[in-house]
C-alpha cells in the first residue's frame, strides 16, 4: 500500500501537542511508551480523548513489519485502529459533536473524497488509498499517523463516529474493526431471513459474523476445527455447529448454504466450503492466509458459485453497524487489559488465547 498523501491534502496545521503513546522502534522490539505530536485541531476537526482501544491481529503485523511487501512499516510505530473515546474539543466549522460526546474512529482518518467510490460512501476503497489511522501519510504534521495506542487523537469529524449510549464502551471500541469487517459483508450481499449462512472460524472476526448473522436473522451455522467451541458457538447465536474436520458432518451440508463468510487467517481448504454453497452461492474472504489458496473451478462451475473478498466499511455503513448494534445489543467479547500488558497480548494472539478480542483501558497509560 502506497503511503503517497492524498492529492487533495496540501494544508498543514499551525501547531501540536505532545502525547503519551506506546510505540515499537522496530520489528523487534517491544512496545513501550513514547512520546508522540498530535496536532492542533483545525477547523473541521475533533480532538478525542481515548478511552479504550482494541488489539488487532493486523496490529501484531504491522508493528512486526510482516506485511511489508504491500504496507511496509514506518517505525516508530503507534498501532490501534479500533478507537472509542470522549470529544474533549472540536474545530471552528465541526458541527456533528460536541465536547463530552462518546464517539469512535476506526481504519480510516481520511480518504481523498472525490473519487468514484468516495462519493458512493465507500472511502475504504477509495482510488487513492485511503489514510489509515496509523503508519499511513499525515498530511499536517509530516511523517505518518499514529494509532490509538495513546491517550488522545486528533480527526477530521467526517471520520468520527457516533456511539450509541446503550453499548458498554469496553466491549465496543473492536467493534470498528473485527466488527465492520464482518456486518459489511453480510449486509452486502443482504444475508436476512430465509437464508442459511456459515461463518468458518470463531476468533475475533467469526464470533462477530456470528452474532450479526443471528442477529440479521439467518439461520446460522459455525464451523470450527475445535470440539470445544461448540457451546460458545452457540452461545454466541450458532443454530448448528459443524466441525469441519469432520467429512460426514460436512458432507451433510453439501449444496445448501446461500452464504459463508470466511473468517480463517490460517492455511485451510477453502474448496471444501465452496462445495456446501448451493446454486448461486457466494462465499466471502475476509481472513487473509499468507499463502494465495489453490480452487478448483469445479468448485464455482458447478451450482454458479462466486467467491469474493471485502474489507471493513465506509464512513456511512460503519454507523450503520454501530446503530444496528446499538439496536440489538451487540458488542464483542472481550479481555480487558493495562497497556502495559500489551506486549504479553500480542504473545497471546500469536496462540489464539483470548476469547476473542483484547482490549486496552487507557486509563492504564497514566500510571
Known amino acids: 500500500m502506497s503511503t503517497t498523501a492524498p492529492a487533495h491534502a496540501a494544508q498543514s496545521a499551525t501547531g501540536s501537542t505532545a502525547a503519551r503513546s506506546y510505540a515499537a522502534k522496530s520489528a523487534t522490539s517491544p512496545l513501550a511508551p513514547h512520546t508522540i505530536q498530535r496536532r492542533t485541531p483545525t477547523a473541521s476537526d475533533v480532538a478525542i480523548e481515548i478511552l479504550f482501544c482494541g488489539v488487532c491481529h493486523s496490529d501484531l503485523h ?48 481520511d480518504s481523498d473524497r472525490v473519487c468514484p467510490q468516495c ?23 509530516g511523517g505518518v499517523t499514529y494509532g490509538g495506542y495513546s491517550e488522545s487523537i486528533v480527526v477530521d469529524e467526517a471520520f468520527v463516529l457516533k456511539v450509541p449510549s446503550s453499548l458498554d464502551h469496553a466491549a465496543a471500541a473492536p467493534l470498528l474493526c473485527a466488527g465492520i469487517t464482518t456486518f ?49 458457538g452457540k452461545r454466541l447465536g450458532a443454530d448448528e455447529v459443524v466441525i469441519s474436520k469432520d467429512a460426514a458432518q460436512m458432507q451433510k451440508h453439501a449444496g445448501s448454504f446461500n452464504f459463508i463468510l470466511d473468517c480463517v487467517s490460517a492455511d485451510h481448504d477453502i474448496n471444501a466450503y465452496l462445495n456446501l454453497l448451493g446454486v448461486n452461492g457466494n462465499m466471502v474472504l475476509v481472513g487473509a492466509p499468507e499463502k494465495p489458496f489453490p480452487v478448483s473451478a469445479f468448485s464455482l462451475l ?66
Open 62 to 109: 504491522q508493528v512486526r513489519n510482516e506485511w511489508q511487501s504491500v504496507m511496509p512499516t514506518v517505525y516508530p510505530v503507534v498501532p490501534g485502529h479500533e478507537i472509542l473515546g470522549r470529544v474533549t474539543s472540536t474545530g471552528s466549522a465541526a458541527s456533528k459533536f460536541k465536547k463530552g460526546d462518546i464517539v469512535a474512529v476506526g481504519c480510516m482518518v
Open 119 to 141: 462519493k458512493r460512501g465507500l472511502e475504504q476503497y477509495c482510488e487513492k488509498i485511503p489514510v489509515l489511522t496509523y503508519n499511513g501519510p499525515d498530511k499536517h504534521l
Open 184 to 232: 459489511s459483508p453480510l449486509h452486502h450481499w443482504r444475508v436476512g431471513p430465509g437464508q442459511k449462512v456459515g461463518i468458518v472460524g470463531l476468533g475475533g472476526l467469526g464470533h462477530m459474523g456470528v452474532k450479526f448473522a443471528h442477529a440479521l436473522g439467518a439461520h446460522t451455522v459455525l464451523f470450527t476445527t475445535s470440539a470445544n467451541k461448540v457451546e460458545d
Open 302 to 367: 458447478f451450482g454458479r458459485r462466486s467467491l469474493s473478498g471485502s474489507i471493513i466499511g465506509g464512513i456511512k455503513e460503519t454507523q450503520e453497524m454501530l446503530d444496528f448494534c446499538g439496536k440489538h445489543n451487540i458488542v464483542c467479547d472481550i479481555e480487558t487489559i493495562a497497556i502495559q500488558q500489551v506486549n504479553e497480548a500480542y504473545d497471546r494472539l500469536l496462540t489464539s488465547d483470548v476469547k476473542y478480542r483484547f482490549v486496552i483501558d487507557m486509563a492504564s497509560l497514566k500510571k
